[in-house]
């Protein structure tokens, strides 16, 4: 038993000098992946090609494969399966779909897409995931994933509709955070910039405060928030004006009464 | 007083044949490039294709914007609605409709449409809007609309911009617009040349139409365009590949154990980090991680605190580590994240676990 747990220990202590090895500054990590584009657009039925690189010390093998894609309410991405609403998963192909590179190598993998006839126009999208293989002799092996947004324009009349509902307050600790709620009735996805996405705090008609959005960008049929955190000490009843315009040029002005 | 009458009706008559000279605003926005022969016997091209170009010096945005055709005679318009922003100097490909898999695929298309353009003659409008014209019987009276960017007739069209429609299409030629799409004089004829189609799309190198500069006095000078489209990059590095607890018993507690994760966007959206692993064999054993974010992150709610959380097991969804929403600074946000398990191991059956941890990341 006693041996056991000295044997312990010395993997341990072992595991802590690799570790402090590993993090100095200068040394390149074992695994460590890079692809660009890192976001593809394809109109139609289409080619693209994705670059990727191991800048790390090991040889590593990649898998490559399709999966649905989404953005939650707050715009954060996710893996989703690959039938999800306006998933163009199954239109992609890639080739090749694996790549061995050793440290330094570069590879290139082309995207294809086929898009169906008689499919929505407009934007559908998937995620071209690159993902390491495990290697064979790990305990607990640690492998890495890497998601690239492919977006396939359909042919055909794009459509474009923005609209808002009720502001809201949301309290967490001593940050407030007003939250935008947007629905995307187009059929293309919205981008908002944070210097076009702004919310004026004002009192009797005088200026307080002026708030930018997180960025963000609103998929095609979806509900989404636009997040305005404020940091100051604002109290009682005031008028917030949101003044908010995508990329494309959609623009949504509204007035909220609001008790801050 | 005759000859005033008479003077006055010729000056009447002479401002009615100056009308179908009645030119499109076409400001910086033109029709650069018009093929028609896509898929037809001996085509060049798979596909009829209408190239545009910004001579202009500011960006346009043409997502509101539509190509529409009519036949050289109509006035019924079949409209292809347009996306995106045209840098100066820039082209943007509209792929049409295609006969058959007959002549090379057109470079990537950054607009697609299914109209069918004609060889013999037709019109072809840069339209301020997606709404559908009605205009075409007789020449002017489409270019003189204000909505109307640019008009090009060709062949036999019965509307054109200035004197007389450019010449007509076939399965090997197009028409091009003059000065690499520069020359606009509102005059279609002289605009336009007959020639190879030779489609650019919005990756061709952006083709300035300023006019040069004069030579120093003295001496001579050149200039020499400089483009380069600099990609986003997406990165992940890890500090280990492999974790091991070493030797344990049933009611320990293992040190948990490191590994950072060095993430990189060069998008300014930025990008989100999750987790998830695969369950341990032989029997599944109770893993979980703490975390925190770097500068400019936001870490994962579950993860907010120090929070021990156990590390779901696929096809569960992933753990958020955390995200950001903004271009990474030099070097990567370096997550913080420390592997253990979630409470003391229970009795299993003594042998080798393993399992796999698959850290994700995802570009905004």
Known sequence: MTARRLGSAAALVSLALASASAGASGARPPVALTASPSHVELAGSGRASVRVTNNGTASVVLDVSEAGFALDLRGRPKVVARSAARSAASWLSFRPSRLSLRPGAAGVVAIRSRVPVRVEPGDHDALALFTTRRRAAAGLAVRIRMGVVVVVRAPGEVVRHLTASRLRLVRRGRLRTLELPLVNRGNVTESFARAKAVLTLERGGRRLAKLHALPRELRPRTRGILEFRYRGSLRGRLVARADVASDSGQVVRRAYRLRM | ?364
Not at chain 2, 69 to 82: D, E, F, H, I, K
Not at chain 2, 273 to 292: E, I, K, N, Y
């Open chain 2, 1 to 364: 007083m005759h000859r005033v009458r008479l003077v006055l009706a010729l000056l009447f008559a002479g401002a009615l044949l100056m009308a179908p000279a009645a030119r499109s605003a076409s400001a910086d926005m033109v029709v650069s490039q018009v093929y028609a022969g896509g898929g037809n016997s001996g085509a060049t091209y798979a596909n009829d294709f209408v190239e545009l170009f910004n001579r202009g010096s500011s960006a346009v945005d043409v997502s509101t914007w539509s190509i529409q055709y009519a036949s050289a005679s109509g006035t019924s318009w079949q409209v292809t609605p347009l996306s995106g922003s045209v840098q100066p100097g820039k082209y943007l490909l509209v792929q049409l409709a295609s006969a058959a898999a007959i002549g090379a695929a057109l470079p990537t298309p950054d607009v697609i449409g299914t109209t069918n353009l004609a060889n013999t003659g037709g019109k072809v409008g840069l339209v301020r809007g997606t709404t559908a014209l009605t205009c075409g019987a007789t020449a002017g009276s489409c270019s003189s609309l204000a909505l109307v960017a640019d008009l090009v007739g060709y062949g036999s069209a019965t509307d054109y911009e200035g004197s007389g429609a450019t010449a007509g299409l076939s399965n090997t030629t197009g028409v091009a617009r003059n000065g690499g799409g520069c020359t606009d004089t509102d005059v279609n004829d002289a605009d336009f040349t007959g020639g190879v189609p030779a489609p650019r799309n919005s990756a061709t190198a952006a083709a300035q139409c300023s006019g040069t500069p004069p030579p120093p006095s003295g001496g001579t000078s050149g200039n020499a365009g400089v483009d380069i489209d600099i990609q986003s990059e997406l990165s992940i590095a890890l500090e280990r590949q492999n974790i091991s607890f070493g030797n344990a018993m049933a009611g320990d507690s293992p040190t948990a154990i490191s590994e950072r994760v060095t993430v990189s966007n060069t998008n300014a959206a930025g990008y989100a980090l999750t987790v998830h692993r695969s369950a341990f064999q032989p029997a599944d054993l109770p893993l979980g991680m703490t975390a925190s974010a770097p500068a400019g992150g936001t870490i994962g709610a579950q993860l907010a605190g120090g929070a021990k959380v156990a590390i779901p097991i696929a096809p569960a969804a992933d753990l958020l580590i955390g995200t950001t929403a903004a271009r990474s600074a030099t070097g990567g946000d370096a997550w913080p994240t420390n592997v253990s398990f979630t409470s003391a191991l229970p009795v299993v059956p003594p042998g080798h676990y393993s399992a796999t941890i698959t850290y994700t990341v995802i570009g905004r």
